[in-house]
Nanobody
Framework: QVQLVESGGGSVQSGGSLRLSCVVSGYTYSKYCMGWFRQAPGKEREGVASIDSGGSTGYADSVKGRFTIYQDNAKNTLYLQMNSLKPEDTAMYYC????????????????????????WGQGTQVTVSS
């Protein structure tokens, strides 16, 4: 059974940093996409960052240059380093996995939409105050 467990959320002031972690268990796919999504109250869930089994990454425009996604395969852990946080980054952050990715479109890419992401963690809250 696949389980994703996030941690690392909290409350910070604008300009601060947080690192989210997601421990993955029961996931044995050799090719995959993994991602971080977020959802603010009253808004749709949106993709923040993705990484594939080869280490290629993708980011939403709103977080490029501020957030970094990376993985430690030895620890079965996915991370999201978030710097220069803004109040608009406030949301519940979710770790997710897509065992069918990456997808070919002139190159191989992971999606930043919820389509294909079959496994989700319970979320960790990030609150950024101005």
């Amino acid at each position: 059974q696949v389980q994703l467990v996030e941690s690392g959320g909290g409350s910070v002031q604008s300009g601060g940093s947080l690192r989210l972690s997601c421990v993955v268990s029961g996931y044995t796919y050799s090719k995959y996409c993994m991602g971080w999504f977020r959802q603010a109250p009253g808004k749709e869930r949106e993709g923040v960052a993705s990484i594939d089994s080869g280490g290629s990454t993708g980011y939403a425009d709103s977080v490029k240059g501020r957030f970094t996604i990376y993985q430690d395969n030895a620890k079965n852990t996915l991370y999201l380093q978030m710097n220069s946080l803004k109040p608009e980054d406030t949301a519940m952050y979710y770790c997710t996995a897509d065992p069918e990715g990456p997808y070919y479109s002139g190159g191989y890419y992971c999606l930043l939409t919820t389509v294909g992401y079959d496994y989700w963690g319970q979320g960790t809250q990030v609150t950024v105050s101005s």
